[in-house]
């Protein structure tokens, strides 16, 4: 079985070639990039069981996806691997390489697994679930998606109330639902609809015409309302920024920046994330830095 130190080291070096990654662990202190990563490999794992093998457009090489059991199964025997590593297993098992420097990163910093089996819920539904009745229930993914990793990430720099946790619980939940209006039509692919259905209704906008990929007013109306919610809710997280010290205020600072910038470039779209879907480019990082160093 691999050392502490390699298993920590497999963990970095796959936060920094995943091909969905953003720079993962580097606006840390150098002593937290490797507790940042095990944490990351664990939800990307844990995530590419759920989730890969979907034909998504924006994969350089998509697949076919696994059958639905099967990845169930898999996922469920990744939870059953996690927690008899919590439990102080020690063995050549699977994904050992990840629960090794997880359990020593979950020990030092005192992190409650609760966190780390709500994530594994939220992947889970992804399996299975496929149409949202409410917002409610939309909201209820991303406390289990999203929230859990912004506060391991206030953990692991030693942060623990409730303020700055509710603070990082609205700037996460908006990040989630920035991305399922940015990507309507790549979830469509997955067979997945996040936009909840009775607010299609009230809307006027049917299946049929998400699935035909056509962006009639009613929808950009229903996307409009959907934006201006979501900022919202950004807005309710920004004075988490101004709240911490050193690299991790402006990561946070830029995290915001970031999510809001896509939710302006859906406006420039004029709400259609059925036939274009808006992207960060690099020639925006620059300017969310300098809003990111100017604005928090």
């Known amino acids: 079985m691999m050392t502490s130190a390699d298993a920590y080291a497999a963990c970095s070096e796959l936060a920094r070639s995943h091909y969905e990654n953003f720079p993962v662990g580097r606006l840390v202190p150098k002593r937290l990039r490797p507790h940042v990563h095990a944490v990351y490999a664990f939800a990307r794992v844990s995530d590419d069981i759920a989730d890969e093998g979907y034909a998504d457009p924006r994969l350089p090489k998509p697949t076919t996806a696994l059958p639905r059991e099967e990845r169930l199964a898999q996922l469920r025997a990744y939870r059953e691997e996690f927690r008899r590593w919590m439990d102080g297993a020690d063995d050549d098992s699977p994904h050992g390489w990840i629960f090794l420097p997880l359990r020593m990163t979950i020990r030092q910093f005192d992190l409650p697994t609760s966190l780390f089996y709500d994530l594994l819920s939220a992947f889970e539904q992804d399996i299975v679930k496929r149409r949202y009745a409410n917002f409610t229930e939309v909201l209820d993914y991303c406390v289990r998606s999203a929230n859990p990793v912004g506060r391991l990430v206030l953990l692991l720099h030693g942060y623990r109330d409730d303020q700055r946790f509710a603070w990082s619980d609205a700037i996460c939940t908006a990040l989630q639902l920035a991305n399922f209006w940015q990507d309507v039509?790549?979830?469509?692919?997955?067979?997945?609809?996040?936009?909840?259905?009775?607010?299609?209704?009230?809307?006027?906008?049917?299946?049929?015409?998400?699935?035909?990929?056509?962006?009639?007013?009613?929808?950009?109306?229903?996307?409009?309302?959907?934006?201006?919610?979501?900022?919202?809710?950004?807005?309710?997280?920004?004075?988490?920024?101004?709240?911490?010290?050193?690299?991790?205020?402006?990561?946070?600072?830029?995290?915001?920046?970031?999510?809001?910038?896509?939710?302006?470039?859906?406006?420039?779209?004029?709400?259609?994330?059925?036939?274009?879907?808006?992207?960060?480019?690099?020639?925006?990082?620059?300017?969310?830095?300098?809003?990111?160093?100017?604005?928090?």
Not at 193 to 215: C, H, M, T, W
Not at 217 to 233: D, M, S
Not at 246 to 252: M, N, P
Request: proline letters at 4%; charged letters at 25%; hydrophobic letters at 40%.
């Open 185 to 296: 039509a790549v979830d469509l692919i997955k067979d997945r609809i996040y936009l909840p259905e009775d607010e299609r209704r009230k809307f006027n906008v049917s299946e049929g015409q998400l699935f035909a990929l056509d962006a009639t007013p009613a929808y950009r109306e229903l996307l409009r309302f959907q934006v201006e919610r979501t900022q919202g809710i950004f807005d309710q997280g920004r004075p988490l920024a101004a709240s911490l010290r050193g690299l991790l205020s402006l990561e946070i600072s830029l995290t915001w920046h970031g999510g809001t910038t896509i939710l302006k470039k859906i406006r420039r779209l004029n709400y259609d994330t059925l036939t274009r879907t808006p992207k960060l480019a690099k020639w925006n990082v620059p300017l969310l830095l300098v809003n990111a160093l100017t604005n928090r």
